[in-house]
């Protein structure tokens, strides 16, 4: 059984940083590429930004690029989501997830185990 646990979600004015993490039980976590998806209120989940399996390639949504980066370090089994200039938009609960595909996928049904989700609030 897969377990991703998030952490890093809180309360954050407008402008203000956080960084999320992700810390996966998988014997070879190196063999997983990683994403990052968030669903606000109302809203279908969307992609936020993705990482190679061994982080040399990402992928971000055009919403957060140059606010936002994925990165991984695959010794500690860990997937981070640096997130800058953060806006009231991007309040939503952020979910990681592990995908068995090579490559850094946009798409959610490229993913095939989630975590809980972490909220994070953006206040203006």
Not at 82 to 96: I, R
């Amino acid at each position: 059984q897969v377990q991703l646990v998030e952490s890093g979600g809180g309360f954050v004015q407008a402008g203000g940083s956080l960084r999320l993490s992700c810390a996966a039980s998988l014997r070879t976590f190196s063999s997983y590429a990683m994403g990052w998806f968030r669903q606000a209120p109302g809203k279908y989940r969307e992609f936020v930004a993705a990482i190679s399996r061994s982080g040399s390639s990402t992928r971000s949504a055009d919403s957060v690029k140059g606010r936002f980066s994925i990165s991984r370090d695959n010794a500690k089994n860990t997937v981070y989501l640096q997130m800058n200039t953060l806006k009231p938009e991007d309040t939503a609960v952020y979910y990681c997830a592990v995908s068995t595909s090579p490559i850094a996928s946009t798409l959610e049904r490229a993913y095939d185990y989630w975590g809980q989700g972490t909220q994070v609030t953006v206040s203006s």
